[in-house]
């Protein structure tokens, strides 16, 4: 498959073809070259690529290394690529040359790297494309893979304090409603943070039952108040199930820490079932509408001892892409249970996510805009009533894969937070960012 791949990207016209011929006798030896890659006849192409390394040391290095390349020989097609590579350093073509021969040799890293390189120095579309359809296939046969970015991350608002400035509570001597003017233990505090975050999976050998993967993933978030810091480290295994005619199955397993305020936060223990639905319109064979839906369980244990266990379901939907846009609706529901009245609560969430396609441009916007409503279900010391809290969020997410470095690409993020509470010391506004460099493949 990525040999044919190469094929289209040399295809010589016949016309072009006899006016090399009928021009000079060098240009008959190279065009003679190119007949030879297109009609399969290697060893002839090789003779001819010979004859031109003087002339034509470029277009002989690259003949040779098709031909060598196609003959299987690719300890000769790497060092035919790299002379290519040394008389054009700026050119994708030899790199994608010498990928497809290191990875004939069992060197699929290696290739990696080079068609990384390929893609950022690829000045024409289709070129671009094939490097990066290359380095999915062979990224897609590697049992170990890595991911991770890097940026900076501005908020408004970075420990989520309240705005109010009163609080109604239950006056403790009197029993009756007061209203006070409130300030929070702390002011809120705006700044930008270095995140930072990473990742390992490993593919188990493929069984009956399906495909296994473990994989491990830290991220932080590091400010000038080392108080302000945050981390997690997730552990998962996830089994995808050998896919049906219509949809897939995975089960997974996870266990995330999270680090906080100098101190340990919560320890997570997941468990989930989700199933992804490829839905076929009978009428219109070639729009595919697709539907996930999942089941999970959390443990969370927490140093101060208020620990919960939850409930929570979501059902996504997405809309065949048409020309122009591609949506999806989320539903979701979640049961958290506590001895804690500050804990435990139920919650509905839906959101909305639109993708306009744009058929000129390069980028890649997708916009979020969801709402969440949550019930406390016990009444909590010194408040008037159970506590309510509605989450407004917007986010917007723009990044462009032709801009890349070594598989990185720059991605730009901005997230909106309008928390609205019956109690007003849990009412929060936030702007939050992120602007770095994300794995583009």
């Known amino acids: 498959m990525m040999l044919s791949l190469l094929r289209r990207c040399c295809v ?120 990066s359809r290359l380095l ?47 300030t929070a233990n702390e002011p809120q505090r705006s700044g930008s943070g270095l995140r930072l975050w990473s990742g ?36 998962n295994d996830r089994l995808v199930l050998a896919p049906a005619a219509q949809h897939q199955t995975t089960l997974t397993q996870a266990f995330t820490a999270v680090h906080q305020f100098n101190a340990l936060e919560s320890r997570i223990f997941s468990s989930s079932w989700s199933r992804h639905y490829a839905l076929r319109d009978t009428q219109n064979p070639g729009q595919t509408a697709l539907r996930d839906w999942s089941l999970g369980a959390d ?28 949506f999806n609706l989320g539903f979701g529901y979640t049961n958290r249970f506590s001895d804690a009245a500050d804990v435990g609560n139920q919650e509905i969430a839906i959101d909305l996510g639109w993708r306009p396609i744009f058929k000129t ?7 979020n805009v969801s709402l969440s409503l949550a019930k406390w279900k016990d009444l909590e010391i010194t408040f008037p009533e159970k506590r309510r809290v509605r989450d407004r969020k917007i986010s917007l997410n723009l990044s462009n894969p032709n801009l890349s470095y070594f598989g990185l690409t720059p991605s730009a993020q901005y997230s909106f937070l309008d928390r609205d509470a019956n109690i007003e010391m849990y009412r929060v506004r936030s702007h939050d960012m992120f602007i770095g ?4 493949f």
């Open 12 to 131: 010589v016209t016949t016309f072009a073809t006899l006016f090399f011929m009928l021009s000079s006798p060098l240009r008959a030896d190279l065009a003679t070259a190119r007949i030879a890659l297109q009609t399969r006849q290697f060893e002839l192409a090789l003779a001819q690529a010979e004859s031109l390394a003087a002339t034509h040391p470029f277009d002989s290095a690259m003949i040779a290394g098709r031909a060598h390349l196609e003959l299987r020989q690719f300890e000769e097609a790497r060092r035919a690529a790299t002379r290519a590579q040394a008389l054009a350093p700026k050119l994708a073509a030899p790199l994608i040359l010498k990928a497809l021969a290191l990875h004939g040799l069992g060197k699929p890293r290696r290739a990696m790297f080079h068609l990384r390189r390929a893609v950022d120095l690829s000045t024409e579309r289709n070129e671009r494309a094939t490097a």
């Open 361 to 367: 441009s390069p980028y890649i916007l997708n916009f």
């Open 299 to 326: 443990i969370i244990t927490r140093p101060d001892g208020k620990d919960s266990r939850v409930l929570k379901t979501n059902l996504r939907h997405y809309w065949p892409a048409s020309a122009s846009n591609q």
């Open 200 to 235: 390992l999976s490993y593919t188990l050998p493929k069984t009956q039952f399906g495909t296994q993967l473990a994989s491990f993933n830290i991220s932080t978030d590091v400010y000038k108040e080392p108080r302000f810091n945050r981390s997690s480290l997730s552990l």
């Open 136 to 182: 999915q296939q062979i990224q897609a046969g590697l049992n170990v893979k890595l991911s991770g970015g890097l940026g900076i991350a501005p908020s408004s608002n970075i420990n989520k304090i309240s705005y109010s400035t009163t609080h109604t509570s239950i006056n403790p001597l009197t029993g009756t409603l007061q209203t006070i003017p409130w």
């Open 437 to 440: 460099l994300v794995n583009a």
